[in-house]
């Protein structure tokens, strides 16, 4: 019991701590989006949804795909491709007791990228400032799965 | 070493880890559940599954989409969406220490929902029946989240 | 502070987190893989990543799907449906203090199932290889979940 309560004791596991449960708030955000646009647009995927909202019209009229709900979907997508394993590595990473200051420049580098790539792909802003925003984030993940593999390495 | 083995005394933690395994398996179920209506129904995304069961037969016929077999994956992708933050929120959320009953409250809950939601969706139930278990799980780690930044708020 | 910095003592630990950071890195690969194929093959899902490409043509005519691409999307996916449950059951696995031996043949199998299996899918090669593959590595994390539920169940 006392092991766990001094974890967060660290501050590089309050960081982690808190970085990742923003990005991962942000992450969740686009059901709520996504349920924004199916809603406003009456686009749907199930027929059960539909039939709520075609009020005895045709149901099946509200069965399609919608380019504004694709769009959002595509980015909840690449949230998890990406904020998923910065996630997982970004643990394992605080738990190699890295250098606070370096480990705070990781966390705030990748939530900054991830929020500007969410801004990018819902507006959306030309290229390639979706590009840049998801190369920067990707790369903050690559550089602690690095410092993991060089740290605590075990085949 | 010590500190490994004692992190399970605490029956926060031994709660979080039974409970995110049994929401893991549940998740992993959607893949058995898919590849069941794949191989029932005779519809496959990949020319080298369909060859193996047209036995001769035109291969392109069976590469389609099926109304089961989507609504399948979109209950897996839901799964994903919802119940890797829950897993990864529920991990910091248990390191803070929290009350016993709280956090088994919590997970429980969570729990809870994520299997009437797999129910609702797959049967399906008309909605609001799915709707209500998705909200439901949602805010359980909306919760979560917000007890790991009162308590922990590192910026 | 302490105990965070001895946290990675445990040989367990070391193996789960270098071999984590292996599937996660091959994972995130899938990106590359996906991005390579959509500017060689100049195949988009957003206008604006097509406009890049057009050199004044016409922009609809890459906003297309293609096999190429689809299939390593496909890929990517079945990585996160699969890797992703085996890095959150084997942290939690890698905390309950298992035996070493026991727990690198858990981690070497799956990482190993894992790189055949993208291998498979991508060249491809003829099933039943893939689903061979994938099979193996589902079964490693089902091992790991028995594990963890006949070790701490705390419902």
């Given amino acids: 019991m006392a092991n766990?309560?001094?974890?967060?004791?660290?501050?590089v596991l309050r960081a982690y701590a808190t970085y990742s449960t923003i990005?991962?708030?942000?992450?969740?955000?686009?059901?709520?989006?996504?349920?924004?646009?199916?809603?406003?647009?009456?686009?749907?995927?199930?027929?059960?949804?539909?039939?709520?909202?075609?009020?005895?019209?045709?149901?099946?009229?509200l069965l399609k795909t919608d380019e504004d709900v694709e769009r959002v979907r595509r980015c909840h997508l690449n949230d998890i491709e990406n904020i998923v394993p910065f996630v997982a590595i970004?643990?394992?990473?605080?738990?190699?007791?890295?250098?606070l200051a370096s480990a705070l420049l990781h966390f705030r580098i990748f939530t900054g990228s991830r929020i500007?790539?969410?801004?990018?792909?819902?507006?959306?802003?030309?290229?390639p400032s979706r590009g840049l925003t998801w190369v920067?984030?990707?790369l903050v993940t690559i550089s602690m799965a690095v410092g993991i593999l060089r740290g605590v390495l075990y085949l």
Wanted: glycine fraction near 6%; avoid cysteine; charge should be positive.
């Fill in 23 to 61: 990005v991962l708030l942000k992450m969740m955000l686009m059901s709520i989006a996504t349920a924004y646009f199916r809603l406003t647009k009456k686009v749907f995927a199930n027929p059960e949804d539909a039939r709520v909202h075609a009020k005895g019209g045709d149901t099946k009229k």
């Fill in 4 to 11: 766990l309560s001094s974890l967060m004791d660290s501050e």
């Fill in 136 to 138: 920067v984030g990707y």
């Fill in 116 to 127: 500007l790539h969410t801004i990018a792909y819902l507006l959306p802003l030309p290229q």
């Fill in 90 to 99: 970004g643990l394992i990473y605080a738990l190699t007791n890295p250098n």
